[in-house]
């Protein structure tokens, strides 16, 4: 403790000098025995706290000049040295301001002014009495005011933001109040929503999956059902071919070196206009108008001439024998062909080989009379022509001409396309015979001229065909015999030769074709007993023998063709009883054996073919009672069983084919009461049930219900 003249007292630190208090600042003592400046109540100096610290009391007095010797010093007050630096120490109690704010000064009338920081004021030691009104007010943030509490220190935040007692967070930049604990659980809240929108999304891939394998399953079910959809209906149990063969991607092509003068532009030739007025027209008269009119070619400029000698030397004889020429002006497909080829520049686009056979193609079709010939005879590449398909190399590997109102003989130039794969010129009105050049060509797959006019034989050449599968003549002219050289064909699959006009037996050759599963010969006129080899085509699916003069029992061999999905024998000429080795066929689902000779009982493994959805059995000679088996077809939709020589009752299990639309009984020995159960099918899908009338006399026949048969006949 240290006193002054005037009895004031003064504290530094611990020690008491006053009743003033200086608050927490540094000032530069005065040595020993030196004099100070005066105390002068209105000139205070605020140092930088970073100097040693402590409180002045001032308790009394005058404002007169004292030193350091008027001051009594108290032994436990320690005052560090002026010089020494260190971090601040913060006082026990008292107002505590914040560190981080602008160092200022008060001046003479009590305001506080700023100054560079750390600078010391201008007269050292100079001590001010304690004004209130100086004491530096609280700082103040986004315009609220803030307070430690009591001694404490402030918690120092990095981020700028400042923490009251009550643990509100005050952001220097923005200006408001934030809860660090509100931000904390936003961000838990947050990275919780994160987390679960990941396990949705995860959720969302897998549904999708099983949707989609889901889907694939449906898809495979409705595919197997639709494979194999009911019977009833199916369209057609035939097989059906496109006609177009898909070997885009066969390397085939032609290496003729065919040498003639492209890029030269001859005289052009007038489109086909039926007019024979040749007087005005800029290109020479279209060849098929001057045969029309002239009955020959008469006018061909020079240079088409020219042209035509040499297509002639260099094409035709090529392919035609060396010593092969024509006159220019005859009226010939090969010869209009040639004055077409010559002409304009037609040689340009395309093959030599294949623009020249289908002009062959076109003048002896008549073309000009198509009803589709959308780029024929143009200057486009041929491969796309109408009806033509090329592979990726322009071989031409396709040519359909089905329902194009072609007239002619086919022409056999056509075998010059070797590359050909499929033909197909149905419902047409093609005559002649078939070109036995077809069978020599050694890609062809498929040959389909059925619909047309065709006369003569099926040529002994269809067994060189090493790759045909398809060979369809049916509805046509073609008499004469099944040649056994077909039974060389090993790679055919559907033989149709049905609705002509051909005689003899069946070849027992065909055996050989154990690929095939279509045989068609009905409404021909062949003859003798069916061979025993049939039963060899383990492949087959479809005999159709219907309308022959056929002889014999029907063949048990059948049996064997365990595929046979439709068999169609009406009307064949064989008889004898039905074999049972019918049951085994258990794929069949239209069985035709209608007006034929057979005799005993209906066999009852006939209800082991559950698939059947066809059976016709009627004007025959069968007796006895119908099997009650029959109830297991529940797929039936037509049994036609009139003209027999049935007895007994209608067997109530009958009432199980719920699909049958068609049941016809007139003209057998059928009596009594018809069940009800049979009854109940009109109330389905039954709109024919023909039965006989009732006869009292023979006590045979129906009394015919309106809610039961349709009608009755009166048959004998």
Request: hydrophobic share 30%.
């Amino acid at each position: 403790m240290a006193s002054n003249n005037n009895n004031d007292e003064y504290t530094v630190g611990a020690d008491t000098y006053g009743g003033d208090t200086f608050g927490g600042d540094t000032f530069a003592e005065a040595g020993p025995n030196e004099t100070g400046p005066s105390p002068n109540a209105d000139e205070f100096t605020q140092y930088d706290n970073r100097t040693t610290t402590g409180d002045y009391t001032r308790t009394g007095g005058s404002t007169d000049d004292f030193t350091t010797s008027q001051f009594t010093e108290d032994p436990s007050a320690e005052v560090p040295d002026a010089t020494e630096t260190g971090p601040t120490v913060p006082p026990p109690e008292g107002p505590y301001y914040d560190d981080t704010g602008r160092p200022y000064y008060i001046n003479a009338d009590g305001e506080p002014y700023y100054d560079d920081h750390y600078q010391p004021p201008e007269s050292a030691m100079s001590l001010v009495p304690y004004d209130p009104a100086s004491e530096p007010q609280p700082r103040q943030y986004a315009g609220r005011e803030y307070k430690d509490a009591g001694n404490e220190l402030m918690v120092y935040d990095p981020d700028m933001a400042y923490a009251d007692e009550d643990d509100d967070d005050y952001d220097y930049d923005e200006g408001e109040p934030i809860n660090m604990r509100e931000t904390y659980e936003d961000e838990i809240v947050e990275d919780e929503s994160k987390r679960r929108a990941r396990r949705r999304r995860a959720w969302c891939c897998c549904l999708i999956c099983l949707c989609c394998l889901l889907l694939l399953l449906l898809i495979a079910v409705l595919y197997i059902i639709l494979k194999d959809k009911e019977p009833d209906q199916m369209e057609t149990l035939a097989p059906t071919f496109s006609p177009w063969i898909d070997d885009t991607d066969d390397d085939f092509y032609y290496d003729d070196d065919i040498v003639l003068a492209r890029g030269q532009i001859n005289s052009c030739m007038a489109d086909f206009d039926g007019n024979c007025d040749f007087e005005d027209q800029s290109c020479f008269p279209n060849v098929v108008d001057q045969c029309n009119c002239n009955g020959q070619i008469e006018i061909i400029p020079q240079d088409v001439k020219d042209m035509r000698a040499t297509i002639q030397e260099r094409v035709a004889q090529k392919f035609f024998g060396p010593n092969f020429t024509l006159p220019e002006n005859l009226c010939h497909p090969i010869n209009m062909a040639m004055i077409w080829f010559a002409s304009g520049n037609n040689r340009d686009a395309g093959q030599a080989r294949q623009r020249f056979t289908l002009a062959i193609n076109y003048y002896g079709l008549n073309g000009t009379i198509w009803d589709y010939d959308d780029a024929w005879m143009s200057d486009l590449n041929e491969c796309l022509w109408l009806g033509v398909q090329c592979n990726n190399r322009d071989a031409i590997n396709s040519m359909q001409m089905d329902t194009n109102n072609l007239f002619g003989q086919f022409p056999s130039e056509i075998g010059l396309m070797i590359g050909l794969a499929s033909i197909s010129a149905s419902r047409v009105h093609l005559t002649g015979t078939i070109p036995t050049e077809l069978f020599g060509m050694p890609r062809l797959r498929e040959l389909r001229l059925y619909g047309n006019r065709i006369t003569g034989t099926i040529p002994t050449e269809v067994g060189n065909s090493p790759v045909l599968r398809g060979f369809r003549v049916e509805t046509n002219f073609i008499s004469g015999r099944i040649p056994s050289e077909i039974g060389r064909t090993r790679t055919l699959t559907d033989l149709n030769i049905g609705f002509n006009r051909m005689k003899g037996t069946v070849p027992s050759q065909l055996g050989e074709l154990q690929q095939l599963v279509n045989l068609r010969f009905a409404s021909n006129e062949l003859s003798g007993i069916l061979p025993t080899d049939l039963g060899r085509l383990n492949s087959l699916e479809v005999l159709a023998l219907s309308e022959n003069l056929f002889n014999g029992n029907f063949p048990t061999h059948i049996g064997l063709l365990w595929k046979m999905r439709d068999l169609r024998a009406a009307s064949v000429g064989v008889g004898g009883f039905m074999p049972s080795e019918l049951g085994l066929l258990t794929d069949m689902q239209r069985l035709e054996l209608g007006y034929n000779g057979f005799s005993g009982r209906l066999i009852s493994e006939i209800g082991q073919l559950t698939n059947m959805f066809y059976f016709s059995i009627n004007d025959n000679r069968l007796e006895g009672e119908i099997p009650f088996q029959i109830g297991n077809l529940q797929n039936m939709t037509r049994m036609q069983f009139q003209r027999n020589q049935f007895a007994g009752n209608v067997p109530y299990t009958i009432g199980n084919l719920e699909k049958l639309e068609q049941f016809t009984l007139e003209g057998n020995k059928l009596g009594g009461t018809i069940p009800a159960e049979v009854c109940d099918l009109t109330k389905n899908y039954l709109r024919q049930f023909i039965v006989d009338c009732y006869d009292a006399r023979l006590n045979e026949g129906y009394d015919c219900e309106p809610d039961c048969c349709t009608l009755c006949r009166d048959v004998k």
